[in-house]
């Protein structure tokens, strides 16, 4: 059994061998695989420097995994937006999209303001009009009577 | 009247489940958008996003469970993605990333802690010239141990791409971190 591992991890090409070795460093071969590798890395020099070289990669970015600059939990004021985001998501809502909010809030600004003017132009100019209207129906009266 | 009371109630639980769930996973979190995005304070914004979004579309029950963790590493994932990419729209991104990495970079303490800070460094930079794709499966594999199977779950990937990716990443990786003279 040992014997045919061996003749089968040699028949093995490298190139083979190199693109199963991440996989054997983060034990996610199988055991025959493993065993496959295992063998030939035994063997094979040019095989056993790359995967030195890798598993010297996979132990240096290991050793820099407890970054103490790093931060462990959210700050509070994260969790403070956190929960007003969840209790008003309406208010949430309108925070994040303030830029659309204040332009459709402008809009009908000035569409009030455009109906406002409308209507105080036309309650100023209907007194003036209406006196127009009097004093032209009492001439034609008049005219009427004196023919 | 009871009605509501049992609403308020449902609400409660749901929140103290929430809070729960947090606690939980901000740290393995924040670290993993922290590797992904190489800024701490932009990290903390994509995992709160991460945690509001959970809150308002998570269907099911608030609990631990691998399926949640999936859900969350691959929502903090999507809004890396979206925050680097209205970073690079920005005109001074570049600048202000300078700078930042710089009051990042900047060794803390002297002495014997420098040549850890300078690890640290070497290998930040590293996994910064990695293509983002890489970057995550580097991050989610060899810092956070998560299974081929896990990482499939979070990225979409099939197991066997996750495989070949990782063994691309971390030839790369090797490269880079020769030339730099970490290695």
């Not at chain 2, 958008?33 to 304070?41: K, M, P, V, Y």
């Not at chain 2, 791409?161 to 990782?166: A, D, E, H, K, S």
């Amino acid at each position: 059994m040992i014997n045919d591992k061996a003749k089968a991890a040699h028949r093995l090409k490298c190139d083979d061998i190199r693109e199963l070795l991440i996989e054997y460093f983060l034990r996610e071969l199988g055991q025959n695989r493993s065993d496959l590798v295992r063998e030939h890395l035994r063997k094979c020099e040019d095989c056993r420097a790359t995967a030195a070289e890798l598993s010297d990669t996979v132990d240096l970015l290991r050793s820099t995994m407890h970054d103490p600059e790093e931060p462990q939990r959210l700050s509070d004021e994260s969790r403070r937006r956190i929960l007003h985001a969840i209790s008003h998501p309406l208010l949430d809502w309108m925070s994040r999209h303030h830029t659309l909010v204040s332009t459709v809030v402008v809009i009908i600004t000035l569409l009030v303001a455009g109906l406002l003017l409308r209507d105080i132009r036309i309650r100023r100019d209907l007194p003036e009009a209406i006196e127009v209207e009097v004093l032209k129906e009492a001439v034609i009266t008049d005219e009427y009577y004196e023919e | 009247m009871q009605d509501k009371l049992k609403a308020n109630v449902a609400k409660h639980e749901r929140l103290e489940q929430f809070n729960a769930i947090v606690s939980e996973y901000e740290a393995a979190l924040l670290r993993y958008a922290a590797r992904l995005l190489g800024n701490s304070s932009a990290a903390e914004d994509v995992v709160q996003e991460a945690f509001i979004k959970l809150y308002r579309r998570w269907e099911g029950t608030l609990e631990p469970s691998a399926g949640l963790s999936a859900w969350l590493y691959r929502v903090v994932h999507n809004q890396a993605v979206d925050y680097i990419k209205k970073e690079s729209r920005r005109s001074d991104a570049h600048q202000r990333h300078i700078e930042e990495h710089a009051v990042m970079s900047a060794p803390s303490r002297p002495g014997a802690n420098r040549s850890a800070d300078e690890t640290r460094l070497n290998v930040r930079d590293a996994l910064e010239k990695l293509p983002l794709r890489e970057r995550e499966l580097v991050v989610l594999k060899i810092f956070e141990n998560k299974s081929y199977k896990e990482i499939s779950e979070i990225t979409g990937l099939t197991t066997g791409y996750v495989g070949n990716i990782l063994h691309h990443a971390m030839k790369r990786l090797t490269e880079i971190l020769k030339d730099t003279g970490a290695l």
